[in-house]
């Protein structure tokens, strides 16, 4: 991990005033204007915020795959504005306290042009408002609603992936009118599951269906079955999304609760992303259906740019590792970061980006984006962007469990999930 | 879900709780009552006990139930040997000093969950149950793996049950618990036997855990629960107290299941802590304590 080169602490009173002077003498000197010239060859620093440790720590290792994957296809083709990129990588435990540091970390220690990267959305609470303040663009790849909620600031922005919101509201016509109508919900008990919660309650009654029960299940949770009582009998489907290392014991253990009398099942693969399918107790989840972001499993129509995609950052057929057949990715979600990364760069050129002094026409820059068509720089599908809201709204998946594999059978428009704007950030100043 | 399901259902989880519960517990009592060290690494033995499972599992390959045979051997050793090293190399060094051998012991809980941290990373990874049957009562499913949980917990208490009144080891412990210097003067080793002793109650927290490991994942954040309930637990029970921690470890257990079903997972945490404040207050000896001499 890149550290601070300067240790303050070594040096004494003397060379540091030393140093302070001959810089200033340095700076001083006619001709001297090493970040000031037209065209810098400094790299650009882009400050990855990444899950590696805590409980986010499986999403963590393949968004940095991804990430790495992403940038090293953009330095081979010439980098950004013909300069290179290099990515500062910093663990913040899945800590909303240590996130707030590290985004404080990458403006003050390692210069960072931008942060990026954040997945769950309570360390993207904890850092974001930091990120305002030090007016550092930083760009989250989380799902999360804030972004579009209007509850951050004219730095955060959500480019890469949509947001709950919107995948619900895409996703809810297709399970009321094949699923069933009466529901009951699972879903972790904070920022992320309340999205869920109120967004997808709002469009299955909009649908004409109804939410008979609610269950909200603590983040840190490591056994389930306590919960499924709580199922009411009449319910026709089950909507889960759970996140954290306990997801494998939370679906094996609905699988023990109801054997083969259970209801319909629509699951978000949160709830088993990086987990095998046919890891034994899962048998039962064949038949039911999942919310997928991206396919995990290369279907039959698979397009050029999906195989691109997976070819670069290591993936196979199944969407796991091509290493290790046992390492399944975080497929569903990890192009975000992929295509965060590509908009930056877009942004970056579109904005003639040259230094920290550009950070206000960058944002500027992003916010006019519109149309990004399905491409290698979005192998996910097609987007929209809205630059009053800050956040990217594209296609989703609805794939079924056949013979332990997931088959897609639904693609929502990317209209499908459009809803009316919540707040316009252009207004806010910089 | 009618009433008496629902009630047979938070009795079974509940069951399941109290027995893992009860065998780290006894650990832990165990190394106070003969140590008078109060070990706040406990939580990471038990997580230790987790990954070697899962370590001899996958390298076992073959039929599950070979791994998980051979996890139950070798984790319960190799996490009773890194105590007992742990025991020789510090504790050892501090005279089990009780104020000192905490801070040693915290520092061991970050060693420890540091090092699996950096070996075998952040992922929470599965071990499979050595059968995988499931029963169908008329109202839900149950998988009969946890059902043989709660038989081997109860056999391995009897076990250490035996092994404390039975044996000449159970008897030297005995009589190092109740006096020291004495034993000493019987020509017990006693540095040898808190060694022994520190490494058969981190191998029967890593015992708890192998048990535990197929239900859930082993993951190197997992000492924290357990470490805190089993602190609940010998608070209430009397630490020390071998009996007291059983009784309490199925009233806890038992309590937490029945009351996260029927209300609230966090009320029956509120729950158990509100009995630890009113057992302190009361009887800070425990239930079935003695007062301190």
């Known amino acids: 991990m890149p550290r601070s080169r300067k240790s303050p602490i070594l040096a004494t ?80 435990g899945t800590d909303p306290k240590r996130g707030a540091e590290v985004v404080e970390k990458f403006a003050s220690q390692h210069n960072c042009d931008v942060g990026y ?55 809810a016509p297709f399970v009321m009118g094949n699923l069933g109508k009466k529901v009951t919900m699972i ?105 997928e972001g991206m396919p995990r499993y290369t279907q039959a129509d698979q397009n050029d740019y999906d195989k691109h995609y997976r070819a670069a950052v290591g993936v196979d057929d199944n969407g796991a590792s091509v290493s290790d057949p046992k390492d399944v990715s ?12 590509y908009v930056i760069k877009a942004g970056m050129e579109a904005a003639g980006y040259q230094g920290p002094q550009d950070r206000a026409k960058l944002i ?38 056949e013979g332990g594999k997931l088959v897609v059978q639904h693609t929502t428009a990317i209209e499908d999930g459009f809803y009316p704007d919540e707040t316009d950030y252009t207004t806010q100043s910089f | 879900m009618d009433f008496g399901p629902y009630l047979f259902l938070a009795s079974l989880e509940g069951a399941v709780t109290a027995a893992v519960l009860a065998l780290t517990a006894v650990g832990l009592s165990l190394v106070f009552g003969v140590m008078r060290v109060v070990n706040v690494a406990h939580g990471e033995f038990f997580m230790l006990g987790a990954v070697v499972a899962w370590w001899v599992a996958s390298y076992a390959g073959g039929h599950p139930a070979i791994g998980f045979a051979l996890a139950l051997l070798i984790a319960p050793i190799v996490t009773g040997a890194v105590a007992a090293v742990a025991d020789f190399l510090v504790l050892k060094r501090l005279d089990y000093d009780p104020e000192r051998t905490i801070v040693a012991t915290i520092g061991l809980l970050y060693i420890i969950q540091q090092t699996v941290l950096m070996t075998y ?125 059983i009784v309490a470890a199925v009233l806890v257990g038992m309590s937490d299941g029945i009351i996260s079903v029927f209300f609230s997972p966090t009320l029956a945490k509120i729950i158990a802590t509100l009995l630890v404040a009113l057992v302190l207050v009361f009887r800070p000896q425990g239930l079935f304590g003695k007062r301190a001499l």
């Open chain 1, 330 to 341: 975080t497929f569903a979600h990890m192009f975000g970061c992929w295509e965060t990364l």
């Open chain 2, 121 to 245: 990373g952040p992922e929470a990874r599965p071990v499979e149950a050595p059968f995988n049957v499931r029963i169908y009562f008329p109202w839900f499913g149950y998988s009969t793996y946890k059902f043989f949980v709660i038989g081997a917990a109860v056999a391995i208490l009897l076990g250490v049950w035996l092994l404390m009144t039975r044996t000449r080891f159970g008897l030297v412990m005995r009589a190092t618990q109740l006096d020291r210097e004495t034993a000493l003067a019987f020509a017990i080793p006693v540095d040898r036997v808190y060694a022994l002793v520190f490494g058969l109650g981190a191998a029967l927290a890593a015992l708890a855990a192998v048990l535990i490991v197929p239900i859930q994942q082993a993951h190197y954040l997992m000492g924290g629960d357990p470490l805190l309930l089993s602190f609940i637990v010998v608070i209430i029970g009397g630490l020390g107290s071998l009996a007291g921690t």
């Open chain 1, 187 to 291: 879903f972790p008990d904070y920022a992320f599951g309340h999205d869920h919660r109120d967004f997808f309650s709002a469009a299955v009654e909009a649908n004409g269906g109804q939410v008979i029960e609610k269950i909200a299940i603590p983040p840190t949770e490591t056994s389930f079955t306590k919960y499924f009582p709580k199922i009411p009998r009449e319910t026709e489907v089950i909507y889960h999304v759970m996140v954290g290392p306990a997801v494998l014991t939370f679906v094996k253990e609905m699988g023990e609760f109801y054997g083969p009398n259970k209801p319909q099942i629509f699951g978000f693969i949160d709830s088993l992303e990086a987990v095998d399918l046919n890891s034994p107790g899962l048998e039962f989840l064949d038949g039911t259906y999942f919310w």
């Open chain 1, 117 to 171: 990267g954040t997945l769950f959305s309570h360390v993207v609470m904890g850092s974001a408002p930091r990120a305002g303040e030090i007016k550092l663009p930083y760009f989250v790849v989380s799902e999360g609603h804030h972004v579009a909620s209007g509850a951050l600031n004219r730095y955060t922005l959500q480019p890469g992936i949509t947001d709950v919101k919107s995948q619900v509201k895409s996703m």
């Open chain 1, 13 to 92: 009173r003397r060379t540091v005033l030393k140093s302070v002077a001959a810089g200033a003498g340095l700076a001083a000197m006619p001709g001297f204007v090493r970040y000031a010239q037209a065209q810098s060859s400094a790299p650009i620093k882009i400050g990855f915020q990444v899950h590696r440790t805590g409980i986010g720590a499986a999403y963590g290792r393949w968004y940095d795959r991804t990430t790495t994957a992403a940038v090293k296809l953009i330095n081979d083709a010439g980098g950004i504005n013909g300069r290179p990129v290099e990515i500062i990588a910093e663990d913040d």
């Open chain 1, 364 to 401: 500027e820059a992003i916010e006019a984006m519109t149309d990004m068509p399905h491409s290698n720089e979005h192998p996910q599908g097609a987007k929209k962007f809205n630059g009053r809201t800050h956040q990217v709204f594209g296609p989703q998946y609805i794939s079924k469990v």
